[in-house]
């Protein structure tokens, strides 16, 4: 006879009290994971997270009060998590995952890594950490009503780079910078301008009008004069955007002219952008002032980050936070510089303000604060009761790892209506790692299309192989018969290459890069291929961002649609043929559950499938016992009653 300690096995629940867990993030998913962890037994956690506890978590991460505001979220969580089982041993780290304290070494004394995170940079750098350390990883990620859990195995499962992401959503320089068309272009603007105007200035995050437009042919010599100043501080002058504000002293009503009427009139001239739009309609200062009306800007009732001001009301937005900022870069000393944060007041305040005024000026409906800061810090409001099904979810998976039963490990996404089988939880068998991944295959490789003649080594490091494979402290070395280094991770070491061109070090097309981060335990190998043909504003491409090819197939059943899953990511449901035949009838979690866990277990043994719901008629049917056509024909049936409703996007 079995014995239970609670609702689980003996030699399951000693295993929970005995082993060492990781949860990385302590967030909406760390906190309820945190409490699920404790109630359900697990006896030594160790918890890392770099936030500190903002009064917007207190709606949905119950482990912090009102009190513990500005505080370590891992500290917090450990103590808040302590109350529920005080016997617990947990250990909090105030950190990010991503300091090189925490090698592979450190993930080598943890029998499972959990992750709770929202950001794709960790969730690479942790994916290899725990592939490289050998340790099984369960990733998770929520988007409102949507989530997805999933279980990472070297060797066993696709890793979390297996699939190609998508990037996040960029938009042409022009577009920003001459004719917005969406609030969205007018939020990315605002947040150029404050780093244009308060923080680190980035070329590639311009704001004044584009003279370089393709769609504005115009000649510039004969329409300048058209562009009149209220003020001649206010004029467009092609100097650096912060040393024309420092200039005037960061004048509030000097800044607002020049960016809401000076720059405005200036896009006037380019007649041709306004053949087919709506002109914008210029700001001035002064007009505002004499015709504001008190009544109009009075308080609107309900919540305050929810209100949609009046044209005048975001003028004294704007006016107050520069006010403010400039305070902060004076208190800061000379030369400092502030860093754009969603959660800090004034640098939100400013967004919101220059944004909206921006929307105004090109026609569009303005948002309230709360909708910028959606927008501006890409968030997608997190939904409680959706972080607490999923932290659910990752101790079920967890569960069955300690269990050695890794092969009955799913994907499983939580979608926010029920499909035509009437399913919220559809799960998936893993799938096998891709022969295709340039991190966990056995001899990871790339191609990337650049001109070696353009491209700067800081940019290969920074933009190619920092941003975009992932890496923490790449070193980079030529193949070219002598060792070449191209980049060292040691400090001061090849800085000197930072600006310098790849073509400088007789890179050309068909180079061999080998790249090695020795935090990650990884390795690459980059193939350059030369090209002087990318678009515009284009510094580099990978090719094939899509696998060339895909594992070979087994059966016909393997032609299915992908889906789209995780927290702003991807992976596709499995294919797999070995799949008992149980597999494609859709679980959940209801009321019922014991019965149907017997009915499939009797289906499985018996080679038959239990009676369940056609998805378009409702009635029930007998499914006859399967053959390898059978097979296939069910599964693709299965895919055009469901791939529609199956299919989830967290992006």
């Known amino acids: 006879m079995v014995q239970l300690v609670g609702s689980l096995r003996k030699d399951l629940a000693d295993s929970l009290s005995t082993c060492s867990v990781l949860v990385v993030g302590a967030g909406g998913i760390g906190c309820e994971l945190l409490k699920n962890l404790v109630l359900t037994g697990f006896k030594n956690i160790e918890v890392i997270d770099l936030d500190t506890i903002d009064v917007s978590n207190l709606n949905r991460q119950f482990l912090f009060q009102k009190k513990h505001v500005g505080k370590s979220k891992a500290q917090v969580a450990k103590e808040s998590a302590l109350q529920f089982c005080p016997s617990a041993n947990i250990t909090a780290y105030h950190d990010s995952i991503m300091n090189p304290d925490y090698n592979v070494e450190f993930f080598r004394k943890f029998m499972l890594v959990m992750n709770a995170l929202d950001n794709r940079a960790a969730r690479n750098h942790v994916n290899r950490m725990c592939l490289a350390a050998d340790i099984p990883l369960i990733e998770s990620g929520t988007a409102g009503y949507l989530g997805q859990v999933t279980v990472i195995k070297k060797g066993m499962t696709e890793c979390y780079e297996c699939q190609p992401k998508p990037t996040q959503k960029t938009f042409p320089g022009c ?8 609030p969205i272009h007018c939020i990315v603007w605002a947040k150029y301008l404050f780093n244009q105007l308060f923080g680190e200035e980035d070329a590639d995050q311009e704001v004044s009008p584009d003279t370089a437009d393709p769609e504005a042919a115009w000649n510039p010599e004969d329409t300048a004069a058209r562009a009149t100043a209220s003020e001649k501080d206010g004029d467009i002058r092609r100097v650096s955007t912060k040393e024309w504000a420092r200039s005037t002293g960061y004048d509030s009503v000097k800044l607002f002219n020049k960016l809401f009427k000076d720059d405005i009139m200036y896009l006037l001239t380019m007649d041709k952008l306004w053949k087919k739009r709506k002109a914008p309609t210029p700001l001035d200062w002064h007009q505002l002032e004499n015709s504001a009306c008190p009544q109009e800007e009075a308080p609107a009732s309900g919540l305050k980050d929810q209100q949609v001001l009046g044209v005048w009301g975001y003028c004294q937005l704007f006016q ?3 006010e403010t900022l400039r305070s902060q870069l004076q208190e800061k000393g000379e030369g400092a510089e502030l860093v754009w944060d969603k959660d800090d007041p004034p640098a939100m305040d400013f967004v919101t303000a220059a944004a909206n005024l921006r929307m105004h000026i090109f026609s569009m409906n303005m948002k309230s604060r709360f909708d910028v800061k959606s927008m501006a810090g890409n968030i997608i409001p997190a939904i409680a009761t959706t972080n607490a099904v999923i932290a659910g ?6 569960l069955k790892i300690l269990s050695g039963e890794l092969e009955s490990c799913r994907t499983i996404f939580l979608n926010k209506c029920p499909n035509l089988r009437k399913k919220l939880l559809v799960p998936c068998i893993l799938d096998p790692p891709s022969a295709n991944c340039y991190v966990c295959a056995s001899k990871p490789e790339v191609t990337v299309k650049l001109n070696v003649h ?14 975009r494979f992932g890496m923490v402290a790449p070193d980079v070395q030529i193949e070219d018969g002598k060792g070449t280094i191209l980049i060292s991770s040691e400090e001061g070491e090849t800085e000197a ?3 310098k061109f790849l073509s400088d070090f007789g890179i050309r097309n068909g180079s ?6 020795f935090l990650q335990d990884y390795t690459l190998l980059v193939n350059v291929l030369h090209t002087e043909e990318l678009e515009r504003d284009v510094e580099f491409e990978v090719v094939g961002e899509a696998p060339d090819k895909a594992p070979p197939p087994q059966t016909k059943q393997e032609d299915v649609n992908s889906i789209t899953n995780g927290n702003k990511d991807s992976a596709q449901p499995s294919t797999s043929s070995k799949a008992p035949a149980e597999d494609d009838d859709i679980m959940i979690v209801d009321s019922d559950e014991e019965e149907g866990a017997a009915s499939s277990s009797a289906a499985a043994s018996s080679g038959t499938k239990r009676k369940h719901s056609n998805a378009d008629s409702g009635e029930t049917s007998t499914k006859r016992p399967r053959t390898d056509e059978s097979a296939a024909a069910a599964a693709a049936a299965a895919a055009a009653n469901d791939d529609d409703d199956d299919i989830i996007a967290l992006d």
């Open 175 to 182: 577009t920003i910078r001459n004719t917005p068309s969406e």
């Open 320 to 322: 107050h936070s520069v």
């Open 393 to 398: 979810l990752i101790v079920l998976e967890g």
């Open 454 to 467: 353009k491209t700067t080594v800081l940019c290969l490091q920074d933009r190619i192989l920092k941003e």
């Open 497 to 499: 290459n930072n600006s």
């Open 512 to 517: 061999r890069l080998q790249v090695d981060d």
